[in-house]
């Protein structure tokens, strides 16, 4: 099965408390705070981990360079798109 798939179905086994613990762990790996895209903005609001969270509210309109598959989430979770700041979280990217 897909690694993003089997993600999903792992997280909605989860209690809310375990899914928050796993937001947590994943937005201390998350290095969009080293991309060029990644502004001002974010930082003050502390915006990370858009591949889960969705885009950026307001702060990011522009992506020219993204990183993500350099992130360990990428493989973590089986990514396989890119630009969630500006484009939407992996799942909203598949449609899902
Ligand atoms: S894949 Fe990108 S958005 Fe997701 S945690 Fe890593 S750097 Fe952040
Ligand atoms: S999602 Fe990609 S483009 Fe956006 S800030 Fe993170 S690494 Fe940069």
Redesign the pocket.
Same mark, same amino acid.
């Given at each position: 099965m897909d690694k993003f798939v089997e993600a999903m179905q792992m997280m909605a086994k989860m209690t809310d408390e375990e899914k928050m613990k796993a937001i947590d762990m994943?937005?201390s $790996? %998350? &290095? %969009?705070r080293a991309?060029p895209s990644y502004n001002d903005c974010a930082k003050e609001n502390g915006e $990370? +981990?858009?591949?889960?969270l969705g885009s950026s509210p307001t702060c990011i309109t522009e992506a020219t360079v *993204? &990183? %993500?598959t350099? *992130?360990?989430?990428?493989s973590k979770?089986g +990514?396989k798109n +890119?630009y969630? *700041?500006t484009k939407g979280s992996?799942k909203e990217q598949r449609g899902m």
């Amino acid at each position: 099965m897909d690694k993003f798939v089997e993600a999903m179905q792992m997280m909605a086994k989860m209690t809310d408390e375990e899914k928050m613990k796993a937001i947590d762990m994943n937005k201390s $790996l %998350c &290095i %969009c705070r080293a991309c060029p895209s990644y502004n001002d903005c974010a930082k003050e609001n502390g915006e $990370l +981990l858009y591949c889960s969270l969705g885009s950026s509210p307001t702060c990011i309109t522009e992506a020219t360079v *993204c &990183i %993500c598959t350099g *992130c360990p989430v990428t493989s973590k979770m089986g +990514l396989k798109n +890119l630009y969630f *700041c500006t484009k939407g979280s992996e799942k909203e990217q598949r449609g899902m």
